[in-house]
């Protein structure tokens, strides 16, 4: 049991590593040593737990996606199909892209011509915004004249936007920047009396940096 | 002379081969003889003309700002402080990354960790962008309440969204996904009587591709 923990926390502790060096140096250019180092583990070690670089990018992008998919069904599950929920779900989003190295590690590779992969996580997070605004609509929160498809557009836009500027300067990724974002757009987007009720700086407090997933349990290892 | 001209034009095929090769596969993976195979000359000719792979890429970055400066400084010379010369400079931008392959390589060399560089193409789009941008407030075309910060924020976002967006699927570059940005948007920005005036489909009929520069004078040579 304790060598179990061990190796959750050793795998945890790679996928991290890697994630770091996927973001700064890109797919191609990362060593297995340099992620190993900085992992604090063996060669050996990052070996039984992946058997190349690709199954550890795999490992990072299916970790984002997993935290993708809280930020986005948290979001539904608080507000619902209103608007709410989306501009929450980029708040959200940015700050993780801010905080967590794995989703930032992940939608790194989402965009390096040397590992993309579909479904990549831009894809998901299109796909989500593409399903709220049809939902929004349907429940009329969306303004006359616009439609769920090009409110889709100027969201996935920008907030692919937000993220690759944000790996330069991470102020595109702050509070504040989405906020102003959502203060020039919803009304625009939001029909007659929705707006009123909708705050574009979130509806829920700055989180606490969410917890980190407990460990999986790991296969017994170094 | 013939001489001069023929190296000219042997620098143009290695620029656009660069392009093309560092857009698909990125600056790490790329090789200087994937290069000059895909230019058609030996790979003498390129070393006559450049030191190494960096100094190839600074040249295709160069090219591509330069391509980005007769974009914006076109739409301004029509356009004036209008909100117009920045929805006409848009689609020029997207039409540019869509059919050249040295500004799309360009863009892609902006946003490569192995060869970012400042002042990147999107540094040089955000300025602009920003500028005008105050150029319009100054001269009253923004609407009440909008300031030109949190309209080029909004521009600057979703123009680099479409950039990267594009770079898998093209249909985000295309002359009506841009209109229906503007078709959203220009409404919450320009100032009354102006929006009437505006046009999201740009105010200049779809370019016919712009002719390549005049190849450089270059050095004799190969």
Same sequence: chains 1, 2.
Avoid: C, Y
Avoid at 13 to 25: D, K, N, S, T
Avoid at 174 to 199: D, Y
């Amino acid at each position: 049991m304790v060598q179990q923990e061990r190796a959750a926390r050793t795998r945890h502790a790679l996928i991290q590593a890697a994630a770091a060096v996927f973001a700064e140096e890109g797919f191609v250019t990362a060593s297995l040593s340099t992620i190993s180092r900085r992992a604090g583990v063996s060669n050996g070690a990052l070996h039984f737990h992946f058997a190349n670089k690709s199954t550890l990018a795999d490992a990072v992008e299916a970790e984002a996606a997993e935290a993708v998919r809280r930020i986005t069904e948290s979001a539904r599950a608080w507000q619902g199909d209103s608007l709410q929920a989306v501009v929450d779900a980029t708040h959200e989003l940015m700050g993780s892209l801010a905080r967590d190295v794995v989703v930032r590690g992940g939608f790194e590779l989402a965009g390096d011509s040397a590992h993309r992969k579909e479904p990549s996580l831009r894809t998901q997070w299109r796909h989500w915004v593409e399903d709220s605004l049809r939902r929004a609509e349907r429940s009329g929160a969306l303004a006359e004249g616009v439609s769920w498809a090009d409110s889709a557009r100027v969201i996935v836009a920008a907030t692919a936007g937000f993220e690759v500027l944000g790996g330069d300067d991470t102020s595109w990724l702050s509070r504040q920047n989405v906020t102003r974002f959502w203060e020039v757009v919803l009304p625009r987007l939001a029909g007659g009396p929705g707006l009123a009720a909708l705050v574009s700086a979130g509806s829920r407090p700055p989180a606490a940096p969410s917890a980190p997933p407990p460990p999986p349990a790991g296969r017994p290892g170094p």
